[in-house]
């Protein structure tokens, strides 16, 4: 498996909502934030905290038209270096479209670790778990 072959999750709607969940978080912590920028738009979450940490800036859920990518990853991009701060660009399993990890690789950027994405849908009892046993 080369560096930016990604695994699909077998629930694209709840992998979504993972991914959705992580930009939501990247989001909330620089709501209110003296300095910080965010931004949440129907294909992707983007925060700048104004702090010299990538943990704290980056972009999160991209779900970009595969014919407009390349221009809206220019566009972020752009924007991040005028910051002059590290960031993160998460690739999440249901990002779109299915090579933008090619396509940031493309755009300079490097794969740095991989961390799992795990879920799980809530729709059913979970076996060994009941009302009480935390």
Do not use: C, Y
Not at 67 to 89: C, E, H, N, T, Y
């Amino acid at each position: 498996m080369d560096s930016h072959t990604r695994l699909r999750a077998d629930d694209p709607a709840l992998a979504d909502a993972v991914a959705r969940n992580l930009g939501e978080a990247l989001a909330q912590m620089h709501r209110g934030m003296p300095g910080a920028l965010v931004e949440q738009a129907a294909d992707l979450v983007f925060a700048d905290s104004g702090l010299d940490d990538p943990t704290f800036n980056g972009v999160a859920a991209a779900r970009f038209d595969p014919l407009s990518a390349d221009a809206r990853i220019g566009q972020v991009l752009d924007r991040m270096k005028a910051a002059g701060r590290p960031f993160v660009w998460w690739v999440d399993p249901a990002a779109t479209p299915v090579d933008l990890g090619e396509r940031l690789a493309a755009a300079g950027l490097a794969e740095e670790e991989r961390l799992p994405f795990m879920a799980r849908s809530l729709e059913a009892p979970v076996r060994g778990v009941g009302a009480g046993q935390g």
